[in-house]
């Protein structure tokens, strides 16, 4: 249950409370998605120590306004460890994803829950820094990165979003944030974003980003049925976890003469492999560690996409198990429509493949206090 605010809040407070947490939520995404090009070391270092900054006077201010709970210590313990055990440099600069883990904790526990303008705000936001992107690039600011794929011989296009998969993450934000909208659903707007998605995969040919985007259009022009539907959040948590579970298990396990595997592991676009042959090259531990980003294995380079794989040998099995467990003291107690379940579900196949289902600057339904409509009046807005 939503706990009750015990401390009286005038309507400029809560006013200036919401403008600041949007505010803070802008910082961490351009922190995150600047990282992408080569800025001076100053504001490349100054965003991410603002928005970890924001996001600490954001918990705190949240902590006066609504008083204490042990879903609030644990998040501000767990942001406290990764930011005590972790390389500073990691979450600041090299490590970029720390940073949404940490202020994703922060953030995830102080969101007001009667903003209904939250994620139109940032819906528009991510609109505005899409146009100053496209219109950097037309004005040859950014330059247009582009791949050749030689199994499909065709050019694979950026625009100035750095790289191809990038252009298609942001559209990913997009249209996660539009199917959020507070408004009545319209059968037109999934068929624009249909087409937009479209559009994205012929410049692009970013499979992940395109299947991933289906998953949301789909779940959008089910909306009406969906939203009708009722799921408690004790009916998420085991689906978590073995999605966890299965997250790292299928990399563990993986064996090239086993044409299960093999099949997955092209559906992954070879992540599966990726990810096994890091598991092999470093095992686990307790404890971060500092592994780059690139690491030659078995005489290739290689990059691990996985956000399973990839945070557990980084991070260290106990900062690993933070963000599950808060993600399940979150769920306890909650109930969310069928349509965002679906949606919050999706983040973890993301996972499998990419970073961002993760972000919360990204894939904005991470907000599980904000979404859920546990026998209170918010069920009527959706």
Same mark, same amino acid.
Not at 57 to 81: C, D, H, M, P, Q
Not at 293 to 321: A, H, K, P, W
């Given at each position: ?6 401390? @009286? ?84 600069? @090299? ?288």
């Amino acid at each position: 249950m939503v706990k009750k605010v015990f401390r @009286t809040e005038t309507g400029d407070s809560l006013l200036i409370y919401r403008a600041l947490y949007f505010l803070e939520f802008c910082v961490l995404f351009l922190a995150w998605f600047l990282k992408r090009y080569p800025l001076p070391p100053a504001i490349s270092l100054f965003l991410p120590s603002l928005a970890i900054t924001g996001g600490w006077a954001i918990y705190l201010w949240n902590l006066r306004r609504t008083g204490l709970s042990i879903e609030k210590v644990l998040a501000g313990i767990f942001a406290l460890a990764f930011m005590l055990l972790l390389p500073t440099i990691g979450y600041l600069d @090299t490590s970029i994803d720390d940073l949404s883990m940490i202020v994703f904790f922060l953030l995830s526990v102080s969101v007001d829950r009667e903003d209904d303008n939250l994620v139109a705000a940032l819906f528009y936001f991510k609109i505005l820094v899409a146009i100053l992107v496209l219109f950097a690039y037309n004005s040859h600011i950014i330059s247009d990165m582009t791949m050749y794929r030689s199994s499909k011989d065709l050019i694979r296009h950026s625009y100035g979003f750095m790289h191809p998969n990038s252009l298609g993450m942001f559209f990913i934000t997009l249209i996660y944030d539009f199917s959020l909208l507070r408004k009545p659903y319209r059968f037109d707007g999934g068929i624009i974003m249909l087409l937009a998605a479209l559009l994205v995969f012929s410049v692009t040919d970013s499979r992940t980003s395109f299947f991933i985007a289906l998953g949301i259009i789909l779940c959008y022009f089910l909306k009406p049925i969906l939203s009708k539907v009722k799921v408690s959040g004790y009916l998420i948590m085991p689906i978590v976890i073995g999605m966890f579970g299965l997250g790292l298990a299928l990399p563990r396990y993986y064996t090239p003469d086993n044409p299960v595997f093999v099949t997955l592991n092209h559906l992954f676009t070879g992540r599966t492999s990726i990810g096994h042959a890091y598991l092999e090259q470093f095992g686990l531990n307790w404890l971060p560690r500092n592994i780059p980003i690139f690491t030659e294995i078995n005489g290739s380079m290689m990059y691990d996409d996985s956000f399973y794989v990839d945070s557990l040998l980084r991070q260290g099995i106990i900062l690993f198990c933070m963000y599950p467990l808060l993600l399940m003291i979150q769920l306890k107690g909650k109930k969310f429509t069928l349509f965002h379940s679906l949606l919050f579900l999706l983040t973890f196949f993301i996972n499998t493949m990419e970073h961002y289902g993760a972000s919360i600057e990204i894939c904005s339904i991470l907000l599980l206090n904000y979404f859920a409509v546990s026998g209170d009046k918010l069920e009527e807005k959706y």
